[in-house]
């Protein structure tokens, strides 16, 4: 495991939503729990034309709002603060990025670490005008922020321009899912644990479930969320990444690259899903007005910034296979949606029933164990086993139990950090295994696409459902067809 050591971290996009309300939280967590190197510099860069002592005041009122109660203090304030220097740098401008060159210079032998919290498009820009003006060295790291490019070949493209100027190595593409402490869970219950490990097949498991649901809508992004959609949003990068580690080989190690080369392979062996098969096996939808027993709320097309009415999705639901020995014939259903019943995120893995049942044939479709792994909005594992309900009768009837480690009761005492206060560290360690390594976003690229360019087809069919619901009614179909249903029957 690497040691951390004197980090310069250089923002590009220091007032955005993203820094304010994750990325300085999060260095204030490290640097409240001594983890921030001594010496090492926070600068953020950002467009207007104010300086660092105005920045730093509105920086503290935000860090006020989004670190936890019982974490804010003023002296770890005063700590974080210390290290910050704001300058003004537009992307585009040359002799801005002289004023950070001169600080850099200050400590040329420090490592560097520069977070683009900035849309893709100017990944490329400021790639160029940092080794322009010989920002760039050896000690350095670039953080890319997701979503990266519309299409593979857009993402092959930005790839291409940062690969211009940093190596592989020293690339860091974030998905704060890999952040989360359950998905790091993930690995050790199943290579950890035999009585998981040897049952991780098509012989013992019939289906998985993985679904992120929030009941946020888009909260003021309309425009740019529009030429996004749910597909490229939320599928692209966060239901297939959390897909290819619960399906992946085990690796040969806990390196990055054992890692994520067994994540590619699944991601390779992925079944393309035809447009004649996209009517039994991906459904998708876009919220129309509803409520949520609070309150009344707008259909997308009437939310805060809309431009007219759209067909972009807010709803997805997919049915994918993999074609390997592992999961053959195992299907894998992935849904995600925005304006849901509930902001929930869990992968539910369904291990076949006994061949033989010897107890009530009515209760037959309740015997089989579930593995729940939750992720949003608390983290845990849960076991579903069968146990006799409590009696004295003869008959024994049995239950559905869940045996359930909650990381906040389980672990009372031991914080639980954020995904992006982990990943921020891990970048200053240099350990890349939470990170996204160019081919597995390409190949991802490659699977989506493959879906989405029919879409503007008439055939393809976009369905209406209520805000607050859990989506629209034919996403229940594709996993009926199967004769299932999700979880808990949403």
Known sequence: MNKPTATDII????????????????????????????????????????????????????????????????????????????????????EHYQDLAKMLNEKKDQQRLFYYATAAVFFGTISQKLAEFNCITKQCRVVLEKPLGFDRESSSTINDQVGLHFQEQQIYRIDHYLGKETVQNLLALRFA?????????????????????????????????????QMRDMVQNHLLQLLALVAMDPPDDLSADSIRDQKVKVLKQLKPIAFNDQKQSVVCGQYDSGNNDVE??????????????????????????????????????????????????????????????????????????????????NEGVSLQVQTKSPGINNDIQIQPTILDLNFNKEFKGTRTPHAYERLLFEVIKGNQYLFVRRDEIEHAWTWCDNIMQHWDKPEHILHKYPAGSWGPTESQIIIRNDKRKWFGDH
């Open 193 to 229: 644990n035999p009585i998981f490990g040897s049952q991780w097949n098509q012989s013992h498991i019939s289906h998985v479930e993985i679904t992120i649901a929030e009941s946020v809508g888009i909260e003021g992004r309309w425009s740019y969320f529009d030429k996004a959609g």
């Open 11 to 94: 923002i590009f996009g220091a007032q955005g939503d993203l820094s304010q309300r994750k990325l300085l939280p999060s260095l204030y967590d490290l640097e409240k729990d001594h983890l921030l190197p001594e010496g090492s510099r926070v600068i953020c860069l950002a467009r207007e034309a104010i300086d660092t002592a105005k920045y730093c005041n509105t920086a503290s009122i935000n860090l006020q709002l989004h670190v936890e109660d019982d974490r804010y203090e003023q002296e770890t304030l005063n700590r974080l603060l210390a290290r910050i220097t704001y300058i003004k740098l537009d992307f585009n401008t040359a």
């Open 296 to 377: 009344l709320l707008p259909g997308y097309n009437n939310e805060e910034g809309a431009q007219g009415t759209s067909s972009t999705e807010t709803f997805v639901a997919i049915r994918a296979e993999i074609q390997n020995w592992r999961w053959a014939g195992v299907p894998f259903y992935l849904r995600t949606g925005k304006r849901m019943t509930e902001k929930l995120t869990q992968i539910v893995v369904h291990f076949k029933q006994q061949p033989h049942f010897i107890f009530d044939p009515e209760q037959r479709d309740i015997a089989s164990n579930k593995l729940i792994l939750s992720l949003q909005p």
